[in-house]
């Protein structure tokens, strides 16, 4: 298995539970690799059928997801993501309550990022919730249900981010060994920005698009549609960038549980 590099000649035995954990890492890419697709080719798939649909408008995320056979799709494909997306939260809570026990070892106080640590699994579990909503009632079989898991889903995974970066700044200030590249601390603050940035950008055009004047009506759509993509893929980008680190740190434990 690539990550685990143990020689063939080797008798020892490894622990299988870490193991396992360090395959189940692979959830955290899965959900940009299935998320994103999905939600770009279920927009081409409603555009197939439904072209009429982007004369002088450009449908919404939920818009493109809310007819056969584009809403079937959507739903399908969603629930792989759901999972990784619950797998990926616990996979960091887990690592991170494990680096948060070493760092107490060294006298420093944790409670502070064990609140956040907790705080950012719990939004980003109700968010896999939430986009289940959103995946199995569309906006014209259960418009209320939808509507609801859409704007749960998008705050519980803001806050889910928030409480995570805000975990990791805090842990690198207090922790020697981050356990994190320099690349990819860099890459989850930059996508955390964004989505901050982005959400705050979406909402103000939500709130403000009806009130265009006609003639740049089209033009403000395109731009509020922009942003709601935007801010998806970041969302779906945000787990993604700690596989290395997550493989990383299951991989070690695997070898170190095996010396026990």
């Given at each position: 298995?690539?990550?685990?590099?143990?020689?063939?000649n080797e008798t020892?035995p490894?622990?299988a539970t870490?193991?396992?954990l360090n395959?189940?890492?692979?959830?955290?890419?899965?959900?940009f690799?299935?998320?994103?697709?999905?939600v770009?080719?279920?927009?081409?798939?409603y555009?197939?059928?439904?072209p009429?649909?982007f004369?002088?408008?450009?449908p919404?995320?939920?818009?493109?997801?809310?007819q056969?056979p584009a809403?079937?799709?959507?739903?399908?494909?969603?629930?792989?993501v759901?999972?990784?997306i619950?797998?990926?939260?616990?996979?960091?809570?887990l690592?991170?309550?494990?680096?948060?026990?070493?760092?107490?070892r060294r006298?420093e106080?944790?409670?502070?990022?064990t609140i956040l640590?907790?705080?950012?699994?719990s939004f980003?579990?109700?968010?896999g919730?939430?986009?289940?909503?959103?995946a199995?009632?569309n906006l014209?079989?259960?418009?209320?249900v939808?509507m609801?898991?859409?704007?749960?889903?998008?705050?519980s995974?803001?806050?889910?981010?928030?409480?995570d970066?805000?975990?990791?700044l805090w842990?690198?200030?207090?922790?020697?060994?981050?356990g994190m590249?320099a690349?990819?601390?860099w890459?989850?603050?930059?996508?955390?920005?964004g989505?901050?940035?982005g959400?705050?950008f979406?909402?103000?055009?939500?709130e403000?698009?009806?009130?265009a004047?006609?003639?740049?009506?089209y033009?403000?759509q395109?731009?509020y549609i922009?942003?709601?993509y935007f801010?998806c893929?970041?969302?779906?980008?945000?787990?993604?960038?700690a596989?290395r680190?997550?493989?990383?740190?299951f991989?070690q434990?695997?070898?170190w549980?095996?010396?026990d």
């Amino acid at each position: 298995m690539s990550g685990l590099n143990f020689n063939r000649n080797e008798t020892r035995p490894i622990d299988a539970t870490e193991v396992w954990l360090n395959r189940l890492s692979i959830c955290l890419p899965l959900v940009f690799l299935i998320g994103v697709p999905t939600v770009l080719i279920t927009r081409i798939i409603y555009f197939h059928y439904y072209p009429s649909e982007f004369v002088n408008d450009s449908p919404t995320i939920s818009g493109t997801a809310s007819q056969a056979p584009a809403d079937y799709f959507f739903e399908i494909c969603m629930m792989p993501v759901v999972a990784c997306i619950f797998i990926a939260w616990t996979l960091n809570l887990l690592r991170n309550t494990r680096r948060l026990a070493h760092t107490k070892r060294r006298g420093e106080n944790i409670l502070g990022p064990t609140i956040l640590n907790w705080l950012s699994c719990s939004f980003g579990i109700c968010a896999g919730v939430f986009l289940g909503l959103v995946a199995i009632y569309n906006l014209r079989q259960g418009h209320d249900v939808h509507m609801f898991g859409s704007w749960a889903f998008y705050i519980s995974q803001s806050l889910s981010i928030v409480f995570d970066i805000l975990f990791v700044l805090w842990m690198r200030q207090i922790s020697v060994d981050s356990g994190m590249e320099a690349s990819d601390f860099w890459a989850r603050v930059a996508v955390a920005a964004g989505v901050f940035i982005g959400s705050f950008f979406f909402l103000y055009m939500y709130e403000t698009k009806n009130y265009a004047p006609p003639q740049t009506r089209y033009t403000i759509q395109l731009i509020y549609i922009a942003s709601e993509y935007f801010v998806c893929m970041l969302f779906l980008l945000y787990p993604a960038i700690a596989y290395r680190e997550m493989r990383r740190h299951f991989a070690q434990l695997a070898v170190w549980h095996s010396d026990d």
